[in-house]
């Protein structure tokens, strides 16, 4: 939902409460401020929905689908600059030195997207869930919700990559002048972003699924489960990283 939206739904809510105070009749009364409440509450949890997606960079107006299966990033959520974020041609087409070009950088983009999404979910703490405000703790949640679409689209797009690479596109890291430039084999690389990607979807359905816990134990185990993923995402993302030859570094390198 975007600001119009909220707008108009804060002057419904203007105008309900005037119809309200110009209501005569208990019954009345009551039913105008019943709808009053509704109206009220709504345009609060959208309000809490269009913030959460605004400070997580993401498009307020919805979910936006990129050609290719990969995500939009907004501002400070999106990959580094200088990273492409155009859609990934394959390698094939008759093997030319351009497309390979563009499949490198494609794959080096979503590299990059990869370490975004874990350094994200490795900021969250869902055992300090309890001490948030209301306002917060439904921010938190709306944020668990989107790092699921998020690795969701990542790995639908690292399938397709799997998929171009297994065409024998080639990654070459750099090297000094002069030296022998051993090539990575792309499918290696793509192999070890899928291994990080599978690791980060399954931490975030833990996140998510620590919202709708019924006790104290099953957040504990779930907390527990979604840490080991975040973890477990950082080896592989570490290798692929290092078969792109741009320089990214893992947190805890």
């Not at 990033?73 to 990273?83: D, F, H, K, L, V």
């Not at 599978?198 to 504990?220: I, P, Y």
């Amino acid at each position: 939902m975007d600001s119009p939206a909220l707008i108009a739904l804060y002057l419904i809510t203007g105008v309900a409460f005037i119809g309200a105070l110009n209501t005569r009749g208990r019954g009345r009364v009551l039913l105008a401020a019943l709808l009053v409440l509704a109206c009220l509450l709504t345009a609060l949890w959208q309000t809490t929905l269009w913030r959460a997606r605004l400070a997580a960079g993401l498009p307020t107006g919805g979910v936006v689908e990129v050609s290719g299966g990969g995500e939009a990033p907004g501002p400070g959520r999106g990959a580094p600059a200088g990273i492409p974020a155009s859609p990934l041609p394959g390698p094939g087409a008759g093997g030319s030195g351009d497309l390979r070009e563009d499949f490198a950088a494609g794959v080096t983009g979503l590299v990059a997207r990869a370490l975004v999404l874990r350094a994200d979910l490795a900021a969250e703490d869902p055992a300090r869930a309890r001490a948030l405000s209301d306002s917060a703790y439904r921010a938190f949640e709306a944020r668990a919700g989107e790092y699921v679409l998020r690795s969701r689209r990542l790995r639908e797009r690292a399938a397709t990559l799997a998929s171009a690479a297994a065409a024998g596109t080639a990654i070459r890291s750099p090297a000094p002048a002069g030296a022998d430039l051993s090539p990575v084999s792309s499918e290696e690389v793509v192999e070890s972003l899928n291994e990080a990607l599978q690791s980060l979807v399954v931490a975030a359905r833990d996140l998510r699924a620590f919202f709708r816990a019924t006790g104290r134990e099953e957040e504990q185990r779930l907390g527990a489960s979604f840490r080991r993923g975040v973890e477990a995402a950082a080896a592989p993302l570490r290798r692929a990283a290092a078969g792109t030859g741009a320089g990214f570094s893992v947190p805890g390198d």
